[in-house]
C-alpha cells in the first residue's frame, strides 16, 4: 500500500550543486506532477506529466527537469542549485481519462530542501 | 490562463462554530474539483472532491462542499469545527479539458479550544 513514495525526505545543497528528487507510485497512474510549496503561496506547479514520454512546464519550471520513462517513476532534476530553490516539493500522481473520468492526486510526503 | 482564488487566508474560530471557506475557479464547461487538507508538517490529504452529479458533496471528517457553476464557487463548510480541524486547506480544479492541476493558495484554519 505505498502509494506515491519520494526521497529523500530532507536535503541541504550548497549553491550551484545538484541533485535528484525522486518520485515513484504504484497506482498505474498516468499523470504525474511535481510542486513546490513555499510559505503563504500555496503550491506552484513545476513540470506535469500526462504519460511515460510525456513531460510539460508547469507554472514555475526554471531550473528544473524532469523526464518519465516509465510510468512510475517521475524525478525532478536540480542542474545548479540556488536559494530561491529552497523550498518543500511535492510529487503527486492521479488517473484521467476522456470524458474527465479520474481519481483526485495522491501525494508524496514531501521532501524539504534547502539550498545554502 | 485558468486559476483558483481562496479569498481567506487565515480564519480563526472557536470550537463548535461553524465554518465556510470560499473557493473560486476561472474557467467554464466541464471541471473537478477538490479539497485537500494539510495538517503541520504532513502532506496533503483528500477531504472531498466534486467530479459530476449531486453539486452538495459530503467528504470525510464532516465537511462538504457545494457545487455553484453559475458563481464558479465550490465552497467547503462544516458545521461545527473541533480544535483538531487547525490546519491549511487548499481548493484544486482540474478543467476537463486540461492536464494541469491548480490549487489556490491556501486557507490557515486555526481553531481555539
Known amino acids: 500500500n505505498a502509494g506515491v513514495t519520494q526521497t529523500p525526505k530532507f536535503r541541504i545543497l550548497k549553491i550551484g550543486q545538484s541533485m535528484t528528487l525522486q518520485c515513484t507510485q504504484d497506482m498505474n497512474h498516468n499523470y504525474m506532477y511535481w510542486y513546490r510549496q513555499d510559505p503563504g503561496m500555496g503550491l506552484k506547479l513545476i513540470y506535469y506529466s500526462v504519460g511515460a514520454g510525456i513531460t510539460d512546464k508547469g507554472e514555475v519550471p526554471n531550473g528544473y527537469n524532469v523526464s518519465r520513462s516509465t510510468t512510475e517513476d517521475f524525478p525532478l532534476r536540480l542542474e545548479l542549485a540556488a536559494p530561491s530553490q529552497t523550498s518543500v516539493y511535492f510529487c503527486a500522481s492521479s488517473s484521467h481519462r476522456r470524458g474527465g473520468v479520474g481519481t483526485e492526486a495522491f501525494f508524496g510526503q514531501g521532501t524539504r530542501l534547502t539550498v545554502v | 490562463a485558468q486559476s483558483v482564488s481562496q479569498h481567506n487566508h487565515h480564519v480563526i474560530l472557536s470550537e463548535a462554530a461553524s465554518l465556510e471557506l470560499g473557493c473560486n475557479y476561472s474557467?467554464?464547461?466541464?471541471?473537478?474539483l477538490f479539497w485537500y487538507v494539510q495538517y503541520p508538517g504532513q502532506h496533503l490529504q483528500l477531504l472531498l472532491k466534486y467530479f459530476s452529479g449531486d453539486p452538495l458533496v459530503k467528504g470525510i471528517k464532516g465537511f462538504e462542499a457545494e457545487f455553484i457553476k453559475s458563481k464558479f464557487s465550490f465552497n467547503l463548510r462544516k458545521p461545527s469545527v473541533q480544535w483538531s480541524d487547525t490546519a491549511e486547506y487548499f481548493c484544486?480544479?482540474?478543467?476537463?479539458?486540461?492536464?494541469?492541476?491548480?490549487f489556490g493558495s491556501g486557507t490557515q484554519l486555526t481553531v481555539l479550544p
Open positions: 484544486a480544479a482540474l478543467p476537463g479539458s486540461a492536464r494541469q492541476l491548480t
Open positions: 474557467y467554464g464547461g466541464t471541471v473537478n
